[in-house]
């Protein structure tokens, strides 16, 4: 179909005599005013390291002997600080598979600076553009810029030739610093039908489209139009990184592209937008895919002691994944196909996602489970827009889903410390694809099927110096303890209790004690003896943060509006209890007054509270978020959430002697 396509639409571009003009440009390459090269600030965001002047792309379609499509871009960056150095760093991605290819080509830069008042330049040179594989399919040209300082401005301009007529490239108007005037331009046949999708939370200062009659040979048809686009963005802000997101490139303003038909006169008209039908059927017959489920009989004998060992399907379910999981080492690298085999991957006990969670689906299948395979994408790939047609490129990761009675599990077994049906934080990340022979697959919701849960307790006592003694646990559950399993681990479990005990300030842990390490079943339990060194001014008053440091002391969230949701991607529950035994011929003086807070839609609550019963002063604090997303609506609630913990957090209580004393 493709084939035939290429072929009429060639036919086509002769006959119209088509032709391209470039993109109409404000900016000219090469031109650079001194007032750009005086600018030391930049007026609409002052803490700005560096700032794009101008953004130019353009698109066209252009025969070159076959169908190509044409991208060319220019832009203009001013760095103010040196913070912003990296931004003379460039890469170009490019893409090739098979016998399809993109072509970097006519990189041109310049660096300009200011001497003396006088402008001058330098040249990238040639050679100091390279190189870079960064998949199996993408590469990338990088080149560094000359003699940037603070001050220069950098003008670069490429052109991107790809053999892919079936997509343009998105075109990103916003970035990691701000945008001045960002503009892009398309020239598309009248034939194509593409469907605009638009990213982001800044509105479009421009955005026209109109007809143009193809221009070339005097034998051109009358009836040959192109379709003119334009879309601009000026003053967008700079996309800033905060605590609790997926990527950036998430909430990046922005324009994708997809082809959703193609009609030629006298012609009926050709829907290219894919089926999940397809694609299903697609990789369920890859090699590196589907064909891998059936490869099984390298495992059999494993398959059988298991079987032989557990006779409920649920003990089998365990067993399996705890083979896989406790036998494979992930070598960190995702994957939407396997590397060469899971035969290979099994034999050298190591592989990439795919590698791992195919081979433990093929295992379920070969035992007689209800099995199959989900494409999904990492939380720092992006989100899937599921509204879309499929794009597999899209996807980067393999887990398994697997159905035992009413119930429905997805595993991952590149991760020895995550119990059974629970998903590493990596992967929650809205939904995935369900792949299964016979059948177009389904959406499945990635959703943390546990909770970050953390209690800490303590029992103190408190002398006339101010001294306080006691004992503390930790107790850490859900994500929580796969966390600190990690960080213990990775440490060395001495090392870790080591470090736990080292006095830091006032305040000193000994002789901790860590409890279920192996117990993947349990929360982590850790042990300690507690000291403090005497705080009072003099004998009279002492002065007691019951929080012992463990309260928040920042807000994760600093931007005053933010346009992009908070996800956290688990619920959270975080609970210290302490006691405090005061001692005798002491009274409490002052103490935090007990709050709760709730955030709207039953979000998430904040409790806070302080008793004394005789000579002992109980402090409680809960903080819990239940549930893993916020929007852009309620990020004020949130903020102002955190804020009212980190105040009371920082309140004391403060121990005075009575007057009999």
Not at 208 to 214: I, M, T
Not at 304 to 321: G, M, V
Not at 529 to 538: A, P, Y
Request: proline share 4%; net charge neutral; with cysteine.
């Amino acid at each position: 179909m493709k084939a035939n396509f290429t072929k009429l639409f060639v036919l086509a571009l002769v006959l119209a005599g088509f032709s391209h003009h470039s993109a109409a440009q404000a900016v000219k390459f090469g031109k650079v005013s001194e007032e750009e090269l005086k600018m030391s600030v930049y007026d609409k965001d002052t803490s700005a390291a560096a700032v794009i002047l101008s953004d130019y792309g353009f698109s066209r379609f252009e025969y070159m002997g076959e169908l190509k499509v044409v991208f060319e871009r220019q832009v203009r960056i001013k760095i103010l600080k040196k913070s912003a150095y990296d931004w003379a760093d460039m890469e170009v991605p490019y893409f090739q598979k098979g016998s399809g290819k993109e072509r970097v080509s006519s990189i041109k830069g310049y660096t300009y600076n200011l001497d003396n008042g006088k402008i001058t330049k330098e040249k990238l040179e040639s050679k100091s553009v390279f190189e870079e594989q960064k998949s199996e399919y993408w590469f990338a040209k990088k080149f560094t810029m000359p003699n940037v300082k603070e001050g220069s401005v950098i003008d670069i301009s490429y052109t991107v030739t790809s053999d892919f007529v079936y997509t343009l490239r998105d075109w990103e108007f916003q970035h990691s610093i701000p945008v001045v005037w960002s503009e892009y331009r398309a020239r598309i046949p009248e034939y194509f039908d593409y469907k605009f999708l638009m990213q982001g939370y800044h509105g479009l200062y421009k955005n026209e489209s109109l007809k143009e009659a193809a221009t070339g040979s005097a034998s051109a048809s009358p009836d040959m139009l192109n379709n003119a686009y334009v879309w601009i963005m000026k003053d967008v802000p700079a996309l800033k990184e905060e605590k609790y997101i997926t990527t950036l490139d998430d909430y990046q303003s922005k324009i994708e592209f997809e082809l959703q038909r193609v009609s030629f006169p006298g012609r009926p008209s050709q829907i290219m937008t894919g089926d999940w039908a397809k694609v299903t059927s697609d990789l369920m017959t890859a090699d590196k895919f589907g064909v891998q489920l059936n490869r099984n009989g390298f495992f059999k004998d494993e398959l059988a002691a298991i079987q032989s060992k557990h006779k409920s399907q649920q003990e089998q379910l365990a067993a399996i994944y705890n083979l896989v999981k406790n036998r494979m080492k992930w070598n960190d690298r995702n994957g939407l196909e396997a590397t060469t085999s899971i035969r290979k991957a099994w034999d050298e006990r190591t592989g990439n996602a795919a590698d791992i969670n195919l081979l433990l689906t093929s295992m379920l299948l070969e035992a007689g489970f209800d099995a199959a395979p989900v494409i999904i994408s990492t939380r720092n790939n992006g989100r899937i827009n599921t509204a879309m047609s499929p794009m597999v490129t899209k996807f980067n990761y393999v887990i398994a889903q697997v159905k035992v009675g009413e119930k429905e599990y997805l595993l991952d077994a590149t991760d020895p410390l995550l119990p059974l049906g629970v998903l590493p934080g990596r992967c929650l990340n809205g939904q995935g694809r369900l792949v299964k022979k016979g059948s177009p697959g389904r959406w499945v919701d990635l959703a943390p099927a546990i909770s970050y849960t953390k209690l800490v307790s303590a029992n103190l006592f408190i002398n006339g110096q101010g001294e306080i003694v006691g004992t503390g646990s930790e107790s850490l559950g859900g994500y929580g303890a796969i966390s600190m399993r990690r960080t213990i681990l990775d440490e060395g479990e001495n090392n870790y209790t080591e470090r736990l005990a080292k006095e830091v300030g006032d305040f000193k842990l000994t002789k901790p004690v860590v409890k279920n390490l192996d117990d993947l079943t349990n929360p982590v339990n850790i042990t300690y003896n507690i000291n403090v060194n005497g705080s009072g001014r003099g004998n009279d008053i002492i002065y007691l943060n019951p929080m012992l440091g463990r309260g928040e002391k920042e807000n994760p969230f600093k931007l005053t509006e933010r346009l992009y949701p908070v996800d956290f991607g688990m619920p959270i529950d975080e609970t210290y209890i302490c006691s405090f035994t005061i001692p005798e011929g002491y009274e409490m003086e002052e103490a935090p007054q007990s709050i709760a807070v709730n955030l709207p839609e039953n979000g998430g609550r904040f409790m806070y509270m302080v008793q004394q019963q005789g000579n002992a002063i109980q402090v409680m604090s809960k903080v819990n978020i239940s549930k893993p997303v916020f929007y852009a609506q309620e990020y004020a609630h949130l903020k102002e959430f955190y804020n009212r913990i980190i105040a009371k957090h920082a309140e004391q209580i403060v121990l005075k002697k009575t007057a009999a004393n």
